[in-house]
């Protein structure tokens, strides 16, 4: 038998043999064969591999009662999708009229092909441009069951074309801090090849190492010098960088600040009136400035204080009537403020300006009203009345009237109620966000006189109890699905274990000590980056994960603060570091995660691909956003995909940061008191100060004794790149002051001095010995 075609002829066999290798082809290009496929059955249904399987005699089968049938189909990597085929069919054996093929990014779902009409059983859907993912699902809404018999995706892996090569020692760009964990990544390096770190100055190597399972530690290479260097494995080099006594302190604390000034709303970089946002642009109701600003000024107040007054406050009616009552109700700060303290003002004002009472605005609150003793030579005490009297009379408000947002998921606003639900990866609703801010109102109208103190303090210990029972740490939506917001969690297991350590709930300690398990396992890879599951997803699917990373080492300072076991302690060491190094270019991409990082930031080499234009937060013009980082398609190692998903700065991704720098200066001070011969006492001090050898740096501090005696002293710096300062108080026994600065104390009076407020106060006391030589 011969068959004509365009005057040529071919064999019955050449026709099989072309059809058959035609269907190979066909086969090899459909990407889900190699993919994997879950379905809204629920975990433990199986059967939704049966729709990529390639066979069209098998399939999916949906619940029959579930309003949306989905079925997902995640690839192996970055894909450049051209084409979907669907071949499904109702329980019927009909045509499904609506479904819709969508793809996932920024936290939604995105139709990328929707329809309420169809007639076909099978469709093949081809894409105009090629559709940048890793997944696809399949989406339907049908009243009965339905069957999926082949859910197939055609494209082909995605390689950017203008992906920057990056170097083969992947490192923090700027700078390390002495004493502190130093290690680099090396994708491609042989395991037990030996590197050096190079003085770039002198080109002499001064540490050498061996590479591990693609790491190099160089942790104990502690130079004292202001010399740059580089790590060099045979002819490759990495980025240079310093090591200093309190490097990632002095390359932020100023350009936090200035952050912070230039997103706010209404008077920072621009006067434009923006949806979603109240005291800072795109802050929306959870973006917790507040309570990052607070914490930061009570962990380290003497560095806020010395950073340049910028902030001149701008009353609203130099401003058209489309402002009144935006903010002015508080009365105005005295101008000699630091900055810091006109922004947490700031934030306060517009929230009692505006009435405010979503409950995680009412609850930010409480932080003001914490601070407010810490903050009244600056302040008037009307902003403290004021707060007080809104706090106390809304906090059981259970509806909302002011500051609430299409991605509001409370059932209520009483915040006193138990709260179970929590949020989305959005970050909006983390576990425990009331324990601290009920803890603090509870301290405050305690010292106020309020005679109804104790419902917020038991609010909190069960709201610490139902955390402690249900939440399951191996559940990533309780971890790393909270994004930006996950500090929230453990802040508040710190926050109570440290405040109330005879009145915390049963296994409090425990639960901390299996969160850091759980994160420190998933942490062991050559990035030493915590993954978002065991063995899935590095970060979540579509998401800008910037500020989770940013505000990691928060949550790992707290459970920190309350492991007793040194091998964990250290092992939390190793993953605070390594996600601030993340943020600085250790990473698949080898970039920092600000556009502007090599403008702004001193010692960055090569900031990320792009930043966001327009938006709602309009951050263009604002120094020291957080644009973008890794997403889970550039792990392991994947930097040639390049600028892959969403890039957007946020407020939120920055308050992450901001508040892991004030957990770090806790975390880092400590202080001392030695009694010395010649009837003095040696006062130690380590705190985040020294950010500069060529400057002298010191410190007026106080020391106090038990019998009432107060004197200040100064502490200098040990050296240009010591951690610490150190001073001596002169002291006498039961004698009348002879000079102002000579302590007066009693025999077994106790000593004290301290570095820190409130709740970030370290503190030390010593009792005197008289029989101390003279």
């Not at 441009?129 to 696809?136: A, C, N, S």
Request: with cysteine.
């Amino acid at each position: 038998m011969i068959i004509k075609i365009t005057n040529q002829s071919i064999t019955i066999t050449a026709l099989i043999v072309l059809v058959l290798f035609c269907n190979v082809v066909s086969s090899q290009n459909n990407l889900s064969l190699t993919g994997k496929a879950i379905s809204g059955n629920g975990k433990k249904d199986v059967s939704s591999k049966l729709s990529i399987d390639g066979n069209h005699k098998t399939g999916w089968m949906s619940n029959e009662t579930d309003e949306l049938k989905w079925i997902l189909v995640t690839l192996p990597g970055a894909t450049e999708v051209v084409k979907v085929v669907l071949n499904m069919e109702n329980g019927k054996g009909e045509a499904i009229e609506a479904y819709a093929v969508q793809t996932f990014i920024n936290g939604y779902y995105n139709d990328l092909k929707k329809t309420t009409d169809n007639q076909e059983k099978i469709i093949s859907i081809a894409f105009k441009k090629p559709v940048l993912t890793d997944r696809i699902r399949l989406a339907i809404h049908d009243t009965g069951q339905v069957k999926v018999n082949e859910f197939e995706i055609y494209g082909e892996e995605y390689v950017s074309k203008d992906a920057t090569p990056v170097k083969k020692i992947v490192v923090n760009q700027s700078g390390y801090n002495l004493e502190k964990p130093k290690r680099f990544t090396a994708p491609k390096i042989p395991d037990h090849t030996t590197f050096y770190i190079k003085n770039i100055r002198t080109s002499k190597p001064e540490f050498q190492g061996k590479v591990v399972n693609h790491i190099g530690d160089f942790s104990a290479f502690n130079p004292l010098t202001s010399d740059e260097y580089e790590v060099v494995v045979d002819s490759l080099v990495s980025y240079s960088f310093r090591v200093a006594p309190y490097w990632l302190e002095r390359v932020t604390y100023q350009n936090i600040i200035d952050f912070m000034t230039g997103v706010r709303h209404y008077t920072g970089t621009t006067d434009k009136i923006r949806s979603l946002s109240w005291a800072w642009r795109d802050g929306d109701f959870f973006n917790w400035s507040m309570q990052t600003l607070v914490a930061q000024y009570l962990s380290n107040p003497e560095a806020y204080k010395r950073l340049p007054n910028k902030i001149e406050y701008v009353p609203n009616d130099s401003f058209s009537k489309e402002y009144n009552g935006k903010w002015g109700k508080l009365e105005p700060y005295k101008e000699n403020a630091p900055d810091i303290v006109k922004l947490i003002h700031w934030d306060a004002d517009v929230k009692i300006s505006q009435q405010l009472d979503h409950e995680m605005q009412k609850a930010e609150l409480a932080h003001f009203l914490y601070a407010f003793q810490y903050l009244k030579d600056w302040l008037p005490q009307q902003n403290f009345d004021v707060v007080y009297k809104y706090a106390v009379e809304n906090w059981e408000k259970p509806s909302v009237s002011n500051g609430s947002t299409r991605y509001d998921q409370s059932p209520e606003h009483n915040l006193l109620a138990l709260k179970t639900k929590m949020g989305t990866t959005k970050g909006e609703l983390p576990p425990g966000y009331s324990v601290i801010p009920n803890l603090m109102l509870y301290e405050v109208v305690k010292n106020h006189g309020g005679e109804d103190a104790n419902k917020y303090f038991e609010a909190a210990y069960n709201q610490m109890e139902w955390m402690i029972a249900n939440l399951d740490w191996r559940d990533p939506l309780t971890t790393k699905g909270q994004r930006m917001s996950e500090h929230i969690t453990l802040r508040a297991f710190a926050y109570f274990y440290h405040q109330y350590p005879d009145k915390a709930p049963k296994g409090l300690e425990q639960k901390v000590k299996a969160w850091a398990k759980i994160m420190i396992n998933r942490s062991n890879n050559m990035w030493d980056f915590r993954k978002y599951t065991d063995d899935g997803d590095w970060v979540p699917n579509g998401w800008n994960e910037t500020g989770n990373v940013l505000g990691f080492p928060a949550s790992a300072l707290a459970a920190k603060s309350m492991i007793k076991d040194e091998v964990l302690k250290k092992e939390l060491d190793r993953i605070i570091w390594s996600h601030f190094d993340n943020a600085f270019g250790r990473n698949p991409t080898g970039r920092h995660f600000s556009y502007d990082g090599p403008r702004e930031i001193e010692g960055v080499d090569l900031g990320w691909y792009s930043f966001h234009h327009g938006g709602v937060g309009l951050l263009e013009e604002v120094p020291f956003v957080f644009d973008g980082s890794p997403k889970t398609n550039h792990y392991p190692n994947h930097p040639e995909i390049g600028n892959l998903g969403w890039t957007e700065g946020w407020v939120q991704h920055n308050t992450a940061f901001n508040v892991s720098m004030a957990y770090l200066a806790h975390s880092d001070t400590k202080i001392s008191l030695t009694q010395k011969e010649n009837k003095t006492i040696e006062i130690r001090l380590k705190v985040p100060l020294n950010f500069d050898e060529d400057k002298v740096t010191a410190l007026a501090i106080k020391v106090l004794s038990s019998g009432g005696d107060t004197v200040m002293t100064t502490l200098t710096e040990e050296g240009p790149y010591s951690k610490y300062l150190k001073g001596t108080v002169e002291y006498e026994y039961e004698k009348s002051r002879i000079r102002d600065n000579i302590l007066q104390i009693k025999k077994n009076d106790t000593v004290h001095a301290s570095y820190g407020l409130g709740y970030f106060e370290k503190s030390t006391s010593i009792i005197m010995n008289k029989a101390m030589p003279k």
